[in-house]
């Protein structure tokens, strides 16, 4: 069974511009969740959408969002970018919602911001 | 957000030793997760454990889930250098998933 793929894997944006990454959760997982990963800072909840629905969201500005689609791919995007925002972003799926089962993450979108 | 406290926060181990790591919290949890994430890469799910007191292997690794199900524990032995990288545990509890920070493992010849 294919794991977790995000993408694009690398990605270089400047500042004030958008971006959207994409995550393919395993198949026949409908739970899927974003972190931001920053050196010093371990893993930092984004948002979580089970269904197409969000369930829960992190502590992060409005100009993080979500979505998920029907066969429960999602992107994340993030507007009006900020060094700040450079980081490796991590997407994780699991069968159910995420508190009630472990998630398995991709590889991760290493996103830099000059 | 990260309420688990994940210690140490570094180590320097030599190739063949053991290597100890431990998560604890004021929380109970019904399930604790071990990750290992190498360099640039996701974490990938090394242990998952259920019950109050159970000791899960998975090769050289060995994780336990405390029996007050505030804490786990996590050793590898012998390590070798693949071993290096950041693991991370997690809990589940009642809804709600945390991660701890991370130990960094460094492992020299």
């Known amino acids: 069974k294919a794991g977790v793929t995000q993408t694009p894997r690398y990605l270089i944006k400047t500042r004030g511009q958008q971006v959207t990454l994409s995550c393919s959760p395993i198949s026949g997982h409908r739970s899927v969740s974003w972190y931001q990963q920053t050196p010093g800072q371990g893993l930092q909840f984004l948002f979580e959408y089970f269904s197409e629905t969000q369930r829960n969201k992190g502590n992060f500005p409005g100009r993080f969002s979500g979505r998920q689609f029907s066969n429960s791919r999602s992107e994340m995007n993030v507007s009006t970018l900020e060094l700040g925002d450079s980081a490796l972003y991590l997407c994780?799926?699991?069968?159910?919602?995420?508190?009630?089962?472990?998630?398995?993450f991709g590889p991760g979108t290493r996103l830099t911001v000059t | 957000g990260q309420q688990l406290n994940q210690s140490p926060q570094s180590m320097f181990i030599q190739e063949g030793e053991d290597v100890s790591m431990n998560c604890t919290s004021s929380s109970i949890f019904n399930t604790w997760l071990w990750y290992k994430q190498d360099p640039g890469e996701g974490p990938v799910l090394l242990i998952a454990?259920?019950?109050?007191?159970e000791l899960t292997s998975n090769g050289r690794l060995t994780a336990q889930f405390g029996i007050t199900r505030k804490d786990s524990f996590l050793n590898i032995s012998a390590s070798i250098p693949s071993d290096v990288g950041i693991y991370f545990c997690?809990?589940?509890?009642?809804?709600?998933?945390?991660f701890g920070a991370g130990t960094q493992v460094v492992v020299t010849p």
């Open positions: 997690a809990g589940i509890s009642w809804g709600k998933l945390q």
């Open positions: 454990l259920y019950k109050a007191g």
């Open positions: 994780a799926s699991s069968p159910t919602a995420s508190s009630s089962y472990e998630q398995y």
